[in-house]
């Protein structure tokens, strides 16, 4: 980066600059950073040769884009229509290897823009200062939604600064302290909602008001969008999770803890290829971390994925997904398939990675799509990235042996372009004649934008234009056409009903999930003619979507939608998907379906065999004891579950697809109280088998950490938690006491390892 340019910010941010380039090394001489004392020393690499210690696929480069000191600690951000980044930085993660200060308000939104058009960040904004972990933004309207959790609010935007501030939701983090499983994302998908990432709400805003609604629970760090508006996220031990169908369907029925072909493992294979030896990660003092060379072998903090959809990289690389892997400092990318409903993906290499760095600091946790059809990197560039809450003590000397907790303040943005190609991003108009013809932009980012943008200036006098697309344009202009129209409220019955007739099953797909948006008492017999045929074509890739969206029609017709779910349900019998499309629409009505079901039908099914397990979910439920009692009665442990244990075990006890098993109705919750407390305390490694279901990596994350490293954490805490989970939900078992935590503690004093289920079994 240009040194003219560090010197015209100098003076503003002279304290930060300083610290990032002290270093226990004189890196003044880059000669001397050969690759041997990097790997031994973790120095601070400056930012304009940081480069050069990456690797990256054959025909491709990385350009650096901002660094400290226009830039530190980016975690996430957001082009606007100027193509400008708003950046959150996250300057209070770890500060120290005990954490110590992380509650300080230094967190900050910054606007990051290149006024010369050089492709480098020259000027930096501070929108928003003295945050306290800020984790996520969304532009809207003439406003950002910003997280500082556990709130979540709207500020508007007057001239580069806040203005008015509206909260959205109290409790967007929904009780978590957890800085690691706190609700993040501010997604703004396809289908005009805004989706996060470790929750299960999305929001809407119509007017002056602030939707909210339930949805699936997904991922853990950020979230991203294909062609079809499909989801994809992860969570730390997983390379890539999605959905198979619109993220609007099939959250209607609360009593379904989970709804298959959502969150499902996209690519199975968690294997990583690291550049250089990785021994400061969390567990590599455990057999089969580490391969031979001391390299990790499998994802431990997969974050921050992106489904590329720009118009640079060619069609090899469209729809591919690219994951960083911070723990091991490279980016992950992945070819990804559909078939039927199915989508599926593979690495798309073996024995390497599109981008690997040697860098100890290199840290890349969230990917993005950009308006000039670049993949862009944020790196965080920083020694720690494990949270105190999880760290062991095998990381901690790691830490402290390369001095990886010193140097805070860095932060870089790079992107990546094909080699002998010129990035140049689109300018997009204010004209909303010329919006509507970008629909049809390759880059899947301007599209987005465009949608936003018409969308957000409630442009509804180009509702014709946008119509002429959906009967005129390809399968990708008509999803956005079709959107953007929802999103005006301009969109009409009979421009659905002509999509449902579309030969293109992809759109209709589109069209039927719209549907929960146009259909009213007035215009919903419009609609019964297609869907009616579809049941009788009983086509097994929309099918599922049929069935999914009779809750639009049950809204209006309960009768008519609950006669031809049953039709869907005889021709389906062992549809695995139009069984939960089905049990979807059934909130409370489960078992009369279920009869009328059995009745017409006497035949084992799939079907019949998960209406009944849903059924026993509900009575089991139905028996829990009140959990705001249990909140009354052991308030520091209910306050440590929903802070440290819900993001893997679930609000509910029952687990988390990818991550953790239940302890509702667990033999290891309510069984032996020295086991479950030696697990608290110390960790667990799997497998283990609960309930006779076997939870083993890569299906799970494959440790649980313990919490008996945690300063913060109490004795009599860990017996409140104990206490809790042995008595929550479906759970019945006596109290464990601050005693008995003490005397398991010291038992095993000095332990740096996690139990194993052989070692588990061989106490009392």
């Known amino acids: 980066m240009k040194r003219i340019a560090y010197l015209l910010v100098a003076l503003g941010f002279i304290s930060t600059f300083t610290t990032c380039q002290t270093s226990t090394t004189d890196t003044s001489n880059t000669d001397t950073l050969t690759k041997e004392y990097i790997l031994s020393n973790a120095p601070l690499i400056p930012a304009e040769h940081s480069i050069s210690k990456m690797t990256i696929e054959d025909g491709f480069e990385v350009q650096l884009i901002a660094s400290e ?3 530190s600690a980016p975690v996430a951000m957001r082009f606007d229509k100027r193509n400008r980044m708003w950046v959150i930085e996250m300057q209070n993660y770890m500060p120290d290897l005990e954490g110590e200060g992380e509650d300080e308000p230094t967190g900050k939104i910054v606007i990051l823009e290149d006024t010369n058009s050089d492709g480098i960040v020259d000027d930096r904004k501070v929108f928003l200062d003295s945050l306290i972990l800020p984790r996520a933004l969304c532009l809207i309207e003439n406003g950002i939604l910003v997280v500082e959790p556990p709130k979540l609010w709207y500020y508007e935007i007057i001239n580069d600064k806040p203005g008015k501030r509206t909260l959205v939701d109290a409790d967007y983090t929904q009780g978590s302290t957890n800085v690691e499983g706190m609700a993040n994302g501010l997604y703004r998908a396809m289908d005009n909602w805004i989706y996060n990432s470790g929750s299960d709400k999305r929001y809407r805003k119509k007017g002056d008001r602030w939707l909210t609604e339930r949805t699936h629970l997904r991922g853990q760090w ?39 072909g959502f969150s499902e493992r996209i690519v199975p294979d968690n294997r990583v ?11 590599g003092y455990k057999e089969g971390i580490l391969d031979d060379s001391l390299r990790l072998k499998a994802f431990t903090s997969a974050s921050g994925p992106v489904i590329y959809r720009g118009d640079l990289f060619g069609k090899v690389y469209y729809g591919n997904a690219f994951v960083p892997e911070p723990a091991a400092h490279l980016i992950k990318r992945n070819i990804i ?9 593979e690495q798309a290499y073996e024995g390497k990675e599109f981008l690997t760095s040697i860098d100890e600091r290199f840290r890349p946790v969230t990917a993005y799509n950009g308006p000039d059809g670049a993949l862009y990197i944020l790196d965080m560039y920083r020694g720690i990235i494990e949270h105190k809450a999880f760290m062991t003590e095998y990381l901690k000397k790691q830490i402290q042996k390369r001095n990886l907790d010193k140097i805070i303040t860095c932060g870089r943005i790079y992107k990546i372009v094909p080699k002998g190609k010129t990035a140049k991003p689109v300018i997009i108009p204010d004209q909303p004649d010329k919006l509507v013809d970008l629909l049809r932009h390759p880059n899947g980012w301007i599209r987005d934008q465009v949608q936003q943008q018409i969308i957000d200036g409630k442009f509804t006098q180009v509702d014709s234009k946008l119509r002429n697309l959906l009967q005129g344009g390809n ?3 008509i999803t956005h056409a079709l959107w953007t129209l ?3 409220g301009a969109l009409k019955a009979d421009d659905v009903v002509k999509l449902l007739q579309n030969p293109d099953k992809k759109v209709k797909m589109q069209a039927l999930g719209v549907l929960s948006s146009t259909v009213n008492e007035k215009n919903y017999k419009q609609y019964l003619p297609e869907l009616k045929k579809m049941i009788s074509d009983n086509d097994s890739v929309l099918i599922p979507y049929v069935a999914f969206q009779m809750k639009a029609i049950k809204a209006v017709d309960q009768v008519a939608a609950n006669e031809m779910l049953l039709t869907i349900a005889e021709k389906n019998p062992n549809n695995q998907y139009v069984a939960e499309a089905v049990l979807s629409n059934m909130q409370n009505q489960e078992e009369v379906f279920l009869k009328r079901y059995t009745s017409r039908s006497s035949q084992k099914s799939l079907m019949a065999e998960r209406f009944t397990q849903a059924l026993a979910d509900i009575k089991s439920n139905l028996k829990n004891r009140d959990i705001n009692q249990l909140r009354k009665q052991y308030p520091r ?7 440290s244990c819900q993001a893997c075990h679930g609000a509910d006890g029952n687990g988390v697809q990818s991550l953790a098993p239940p302890v509702n109705h667990s033999e290891w919750v309510t069984g032996s109280k020295e086991k479950l407390t030696a697990i608290v305390l110390f960790g667990l490694t799997g497998p283990i088998k609960v309930n006779n279901k ?3 990596a890569p299906e799970i994350s494959g440790d649980m950490p313990g919490l008996a490293d945690n300063p913060d954490i109490l004795d009599e805490d860990i017996a409140q938690l104990l206490s809790f989970i042995r008595n929550a939900w479906g759970n019945t078992a006596e109290q464990i006491s601050r005693e008995e935590v003490i005397k398991i503690r010291k038992k095993y004093s000095g332990r740096k390892t996690p139990f194993t289920v052989e070692e588990l079994d061989k106490m009392n």
């Open 222 to 260: 950020s979230i991203s969008q294909d062609d079809e508006g499909r989801l994809y996220y992860n969570n730390n031990s997983q390379n890539l999770l999605g959905d198979y169908f619109l993220p609007g369907l099939g959250a209607s029925n609360t009593n379904v803890q989970r709804v298959k």
């Open 486 to 488: 929802e999103g005006l």
């Open 69 to 71: 000191p226009y830039v």
């Open 694 to 696: 076997l939870y083993k």
């Open 273 to 283: 290829y690291p550049g250089r030896p990785t021994p400061g990660v969390n567990r």
């Open 637 to 643: 442990g209910a306050s440590l579950y929903f802070s």
């Open 475 to 477: 399968r990708v202009t």
């Open 337 to 345: 398939h559909q078939n039927g409903n199915i989508i599926s993906g």
